[in-house]
């Protein structure tokens, strides 16, 4: 405590800087919270997703609108929304904007200036000038607070404003106009869980997470396998393998993060045939594969699924604490005849491809198997983009998160049909609601310290988060993959759904679980992603009597079909939450050609009386803290 003065008396020297930083944060306090996104179930879909991100989930031609009405027409504002959007785009084509001459950049730069002043009246001087580029902070500065009716002021800014134009700058400073409106027009990025798999571009969402100004990810089970396969499960890193096989982006990560596949083709060209049944669903991407390159993926396909399944066998008769011994289908199968014994009836099976498979050791790995596992590994682990995209997952991600009086998680809070929480036994020890998440969330940081050791119990909890009975990430009774791609008896594909699920719908049990999390304001509300809402069947996003949101909409192509939208977001601004309901994406220059309207389709949900302030969020309590430890500083050291 004693070491903390004196760092704080370092920084605030004299009593004038201390009572300038409380009145600082006083004022702060008292000002509107910033507008929190929320968004989930991403996929892979990067367009879809940078889309919405751009478009602050339809929030700027809201304040477009907002700013200047009647000034503009529709036309005008649905241009500026684009230019704003996607400015590079727009400024390189010529269909929009035909003519872009001096007095047309002046135009534009003035009203993205009228636009920034508005966006940014709810924050301090000192915010808005943190969210400048470097290279642009002044001339923005010296424009932004330049007061026009002033005729000296006037002067003074088309002068700055003309030399730029001149200099040729002008489209470089639209752009970075541009990405200020944005970032103040979303304050807070929620990512509540499932970045990868399905779509070919996580690692461009990634990317893009990485870059952004402020967000929390709540891991999501498809995140869960890339983090435990870095750490060194080889179960999980067969699984995300395999998935990207079945939907055809293999090549993709390949690409993205330097994996070595070369053994992985060569015994998958070598030890398996054509195989329908591991055909890639390449849906949209059809096209970009030849016949030759497809039956290639078919082959790889099952290459990964039958050393996944080993490897999963190998794990179960490992950890028998984890009471899976009913999946040990390997075991079960006669590989004779065919056929599998599920729930004492027999099944037989179709599409097999079992060449590498001992009967009598159904789990081993053959040497050319274990070399493929070890270079996979090896090559993986050695990513060097991966490494930090997963070193930011794990500092920016956690198993659930709390923030202000809301609660965020991806899959589930696992309970009983009698609606109480159900408990997870390992070593005679019971876990259950919050204390079940933060069991896993433990084991994960765990397994991230050693990821040169691969077969630990946190490591191996990791592939349980994937698709044990009471993980949190995942909420089913089982996983049943083998089945799917062996049996045709759709029975023996059904994955019941924990309780929970039926559960969320009902306004006492999110109570429960919300003061399970030390949650008890009236206002407090769930936010969870995991399962696409089947709009087409007339979902709602909005449980438990407006209690909980559930914003997995459909991102991905994959589930579109079912969804019949392309997701859902969440905002929460000083006023409350709005759902905001998005149609599938194109392209960027079909939007350009055809001028399209970027509003989105928003429902407002709740619309609190009095304006949130910062004072009541959680940003808010730890400014209160500063606050109160430099009123002690004041007393203690400067009231003399």
């Known amino acids: 405590m004693e070491q ?78 684009l230019l704003i959007a996607y400015p590079q785009e727009v400024l390189s084509d010529g269909f929009l904007y035909p003519l872009k001459d001096k007095s047309w950049y002046g135009e534009i730069i003035q009203n993205l200036l009228t636009l920034l002043a508005f966006v940014a009246a709810k924050y301090t001087r000192s915010k808005v000038r943190k969210a400048l580029p470097p290279q642009y902070a002044y001339i923005i500065e010296e424009l932004l607070y330049t007061d026009r009716n002033l005729p000296d002021s006037n002067i003074y800014f088309e002068t700055i404003q003309n030399y730029l134009i001149d200099l040729g700058e002008a489209s470089q400073f639209i752009s970075a106009l541009s990405t200020v409106i944005r970032q103040l027009i979303i304050d807070h990025l929620h990512i509540v869980g499932d970045i990868f798999d399905r779509g070919a571009a996580a690692d461009k969402v990634m990317n893009e997470l990485m870059a952004y100004h402020s967000v929390d990810i709540q891991w999501g089970n498809h995140d869960i396998i890339w983090m435990g396969a870095f750490f060194g499960s080889k179960e999980c890193l067969l699984i995300l393998l395999r998935i990207a096989a079945r939907y055809g982006y293999l090549y993709d990560i390949e690409r993205a993060y330097g994996l070595n596949l070369r053994p992985l083709v060569l015994f998958a060209e070598k030890t398996y045939s054509e195989n329908a049944k591991f055909k890639p669903k390449l849906g949209k991407r059809s096209d970009d594969y030849s016949p030759e390159e497809i039956l290639q993926l078919e082959k790889i396909h099952q290459a990964l699924a039958i050393i996944q399944f080993k490897l999963e066998n190998q794990l179960i008769k490992r950890r028998p604490e984890f009471n899976m011994s009913q999946h040990l289908t390997l075991d079960k199968i006669d590989y004779w005849e065919e056929s599998v014994m599920i729930e004492e009836k027999k099944h037989f099976l179709a599409n097999t491809c079992f060449q590498t498979i001992n009967p009598q050791n159904p789990e081993e790995l053959t040497d050319e198997e274990e070399e493929v596992v070890a270079t996979l590994l090896d090559s993986f682990q050695h990513s060097i983009q991966l490494k930090n995209q997963i070193s930011f997952l794990m500092n920016k991600g956690s198993m659930y998160k709390i923030y202000n009086n809301h609660l965020l998680f991806h899959g589930c809070i696992p309970l009983e049909t009698s609606g109480d929480f159900q408990p997870l036994q390992i070593n005679q020890i019971r876990y259950a609601g919050k204390e079940l998440l933060d069991f896993f969330e433990y084991h994960i940081r765990e397994s991230s310290k050693n990821p040169e050791i691969q077969n630990d119990f946190s490591t191996d909890l990791i ?178």
């Open 4 to 81: 903390y003065k004196r760092i704080l008396l370092k920084e605030f020297d004299s009593k004038q800087k201390v009572i300038t930083e409380l009145i600082n944060l006083e004022a702060i306090l008292n000002l509107p919270k910033g507008t929190e996104l929320y968004l989930s179930d991403i996929h892979g879909e990067f367009e879809a997703f940078d889309y919405i991100l751009r478009t602050c989930a339809g929030n700027l031609n809201e304040k477009i609108n907002d700013c200047f009405g009647e000034k503009l027409s529709k036309e005008e504002k649905d241009k500026l929304t």
């Open 463 to 640: 592939w349980y988060c994937w698709n044990g009975k009471l993980s949190p990430l995942f909420g089913k009774d089982k996983m049943t993959t083998l089945e799917r791609y062996f049996i045709e008896d759709k029975q023996t594909h059904v994955e019941k759904e924990n309780p929970y699920f039926s559960y969320r719908n009902s306004a006492n049990i999110c109570k429960l679980i919300l003061e399970e999390f030390g949650l008890f304001s009236e206002h407090s509300r769930i936010v969870n992603g995991h399962t696409p809402v089947k709009t087409l069947k007339g979902e709602s996003p909005i449980r438990g009597e407006g209690m909980l949101f559930v914003i997995d909409g459909g991102l991905c192509e994959a589930y579109q079909k079912k969804t019949g939208i392309a997701g859902y977001s969440l905002l929460n601004n000083s006023y409350g939450f709005q759902i905001v309901t998005h149609q599938p994406f194109q392209n960027v220059q079909k939007m350009i050609e055809e001028a399209l309207d970027l509003s989105s389709l928003k429902r407002v949900i709740e619309h609190v009386r009095e304006r949130t302030l910062i004072k009541s969020t959680t940003i808010g309590q730890s400014l209160i803290e500063q606050q109160q430890e430099l009123s002690v500083l004041l007393h203690e050291f400067y009231d003399y």
